[in-house]
């Protein structure tokens, strides 16, 4: 069996901001046209969050004419340092893949999933040492299936859980901060589709939903969107020590902290 998922977060890849960022997709969070600038300002935030936790992180370029590029999750997951080329659901993503594939490639073994099936790198969660692989309108059941193969051939166990319509991702509306804690958002997923996998889940109430997507560090570290007083109190009592990255800006594009890297060491 695969080990348990450690946090520690080494290292990441990012990707600059489209400057075409008022295009990127939105169907959910956003409530004004996404903006470029402010867009900006977020992810060298959000940049400087991740190194003040300890990773290394390597910022790419503007992947030209790809407005939702710096939104990287998607693309790839890393296995035990070999990169799993992903297939983006959404036909104005698929081209940001190859870019990925290639860095990776240059430090790491790569993988590509077989059949034309298609998986969002937001449909996964790793809790621990079972990865859980979101059906949703981005990965199909062809792309949860090739990819559930490949990662069982690492010795991890997989399973396939519906995501509601009421979100775009997985890791939109569950993460998972440490081991055996599961964040969730209570007005898109049942807790009982969830608890079998942790000894604690945090419900983050429906006006909150976005919040729900965290980044766990070692230690009882997080790192949560800023404006979510509830969800903060809420992990503040299960003994977190939190920092906050304004999110609003990316949020606008529907977009969370964890579709902003790919986790690489
Ligand atoms: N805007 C991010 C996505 O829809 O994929």
Redesign the pocket.
């Known amino acids: 069996m695969g080990g348990s998922h450690n946090r520690v977060k080494g290292s990441a890849i990012v990707r600059e901001v489209s400057t075409n960022f008022e295009d ?4 959910h969070f956003g409530t004004r046209v996404p903006d470029y600038q402010q867009a900006q300002g977020a992810h060298s935030s959000y940049i400087a969050a991740l190194r003040a936790h300890g990773t290394e992180v390597e910022v790419l370029p503007e992947l030209r004419g790809y ?2 590029c710096c ?1 990287v999750e ?1 693309a790839a997951v890393v296995l035990d340092k070999t990169a799993v080329i992903l297939a ?1 659901g ?1 036909p104005s ?1 698929s081209g940001e893949v190859e870019s990925v594939a290639a860095h990776l490639a240059e430090t790491m073994g790569t993988i590509r999933l077989e059949g034309n099936g298609t998986v ?1 790198g ?1 449909d996964i969660v790793f809790l621990d040492d079972t990865f859980v692989i979101g059906r949703s309108s ?1 990965t199909d059941a062809l792309g949860a299936e090739s990819l559930s193969r490949i990662i069982k051939s690492f010795d991890y166990n997989v399973e396939i859980l519906k995501v509601p319509d009421s979100t ?2 997985l890791t939109t509306v569950c993460s998972s901060p440490r081991e055996g804690t599961i964040v969730y958002s209570e007005g898109d997923m049942d807790a009982s589709s969830l608890d079998e996998y942790a000894d604690e889940l945090i419900a983050v109430p429906p006006q909150e939903s976005y919040a729900a997507n965290t980044l766990g560090y070692p230690n009882d570290r997080v790192i949560i969107p800023s404006g979510f007083p509830e969800t903060r109190k809420l992990l503040l009592d299960a003994g977190f020590s939190i920092t906050t990255v304004d999110m609003d800006p990316i949020m606008q ?3 969370s902290l964890t ?1 902003l890297s790919v986790f690489t060491g």
Do not use: E
């Open positions: 990127a997709i939105s169907n407005p939702d939104f998607d983006p959404h993503r969002d937001g981005r775009l991702h594009a529907d977009g579709c």
